[in-house]
């Protein structure tokens, strides 16, 4: 079984400040960890993915995750926000053993004031 | 240029009435989704298929059907057994195991007039 909790319904920032996004996920497999960006009547896209290869992950956009296995979290950062980077964002698990379908959380909102 | 694509992007529907939203994928991905997404409870997965001529239910599948004829194509039927069938609707695809990301077609909002 496997489930994600996103720990943030909405998350408001200032431009140029940083931005933390939190998920936390439990797996009974070793797990793949992604994160979504989806912006309004849109698609989702791909920030970055954690597959068992190094715990600190860069994606597009200057975001980048950290994958901890010991506290079964992996939180979204940006060290500055920029108003483009308002959307909804989603935290999601699949597992290698079992049943590979993707489990999404949520999803949080970021609002980014100028 | 790989993809995938959805259409329409707007569809609206009279109550009693089937719909059909197309969703077509150019990446050779073996594995196929369609969600549903409201406002604020993020993806809900209707069906998926991970083989052509397979396809499995997911969490909230009453009310639509799929059929997945060719690699390419997975359309899903919104019936009129679907109570509340205005949304957001998205497809993926993947290359079907657990390492590998979804790509995702632009949606198609339904509505229901």
């Known amino acids: 079984a496997q489930s994600v909790t996103q720990l943030d319904s909405h998350v408001s920032v200032s431009e140029g400040t940083p931005v933390l996004l939190r998920c936390n996920y439990s797996s009974s497999y070793s797990p793949s960890l992604f994160w979504y960006v989806q912006h309004p009547n849109k698609g989702l896209q791909l920030l970055l993915k954690y597959t068992s290869a190094a715990t600190l992950v860069k994606g597009i956009n200057g975001f980048e995750a950290e994958f901890k296995k010991s506290e079964t979290s992996f939180h979204l950062t940006k060290p500055s926000a920029h108003m483009s980077d308002a959307a909804e964002y989603f935290c999601v698990v699949s597992a290698s053993g079992g049943s590979y379908i993707p489990t999404f959380g949520r999803g949080t909102s970021l609002i980014v004031h100028p | 240029d790989g993809g995938i694509t959805q259409s329409p992007k707007y569809l609206f529907r009279k109550e009693g009435q089937n719909v059909t939203l197309s969703c077509e994928q150019n990446?050779?991905?073996?594995?196929m989704y369609w969600y549903r997404q409201d406002p604020g409870q993020g993806l809900r997965l209707i069906y998926y298929?991970?083989?052509?001529?397979?396809?499995q239910k997911g969490d909230i599948a009453e009310g639509y059907s799929v059929s997945r004829e060719k690699k390419e194509s997975f359309p899903l039927t919104v019936t009129s057994a679907q109570k509340n069938p205005t949304a957001f609707y998205l497809c993926a695809s993947s290359r079907g195991d657990s390492y590998n990301e979804q790509f995702f077609g632009p949606g198609t909002r339904l509505t229901v007039l």
């Open positions: 990446l050779n991905h073996d594995a």
């Open positions: 298929s991970q083989i052509v001529n397979d396809f």
